[in-house]
Nanobody, 120 residues
Framework: QVQLVESGGGLVQPGGSLRLSCAASGSIFSINAMGWHRQAPGKQRELVAYITSGGSTNYADSVRGRFTISRENAKNTVTLQMSSLKPEDTAVYYC??????????????WGQGTQVTVSA
């Protein structure tokens, strides 16, 4: 019904940059919010950043000033530009969307996750 395609994960050196993208498709009427969460080994999944349909953004304190989230509404995509990466940013990053379906219902959907590894 709804599909999320994530891209951009990989290995990067500390201080480097990486860009994650997530594209949503399917029976979507509108996207209320779209963003990224991450889960590091031994830790709970945590919010990284999200952006609402109105353009409001929210960032985890640990990434504020280094990460930038943006969206292309016409393409139902969200992008996370990550800069000044640190080893502590190493995690599996998950795209999440909260969607108004064409049927009128509401639903939240997770991507499969993409690995980001920050290491020298």
């Amino acid at each position: 019904q709804v599909q999320l395609v994530e891209s951009g994960g990989g290995l990067v050196q500390p201080g480097g940059s990486l860009r994650l993208s997530c594209a949503a498709s399917g029976s979507i009427f509108s996207i209320n919010a779209m963003g990224w969460h991450r889960q590091a080994p031994g830790k709970q999944r945590e919010l990284v950043a999200y952006i609402t349909s109105g353009g409001s953004t929210n960032y985890a304190d640990s990434v504020r000033g280094r990460f930038t989230i943006s969206r292309e509404n016409a393409k139902n995509t969200v992008t996370l530009q990550m800069s000044s990466l640190k080893p502590e940013d190493t995690a599996v990053y998950y795209c999440h969307v909260y969607i108004r379906l064409e049927s009128g219902g509401l639903g939240g959907y997770w991507g499969q996750g993409t690995q980001v590894t920050v290491s020298a």
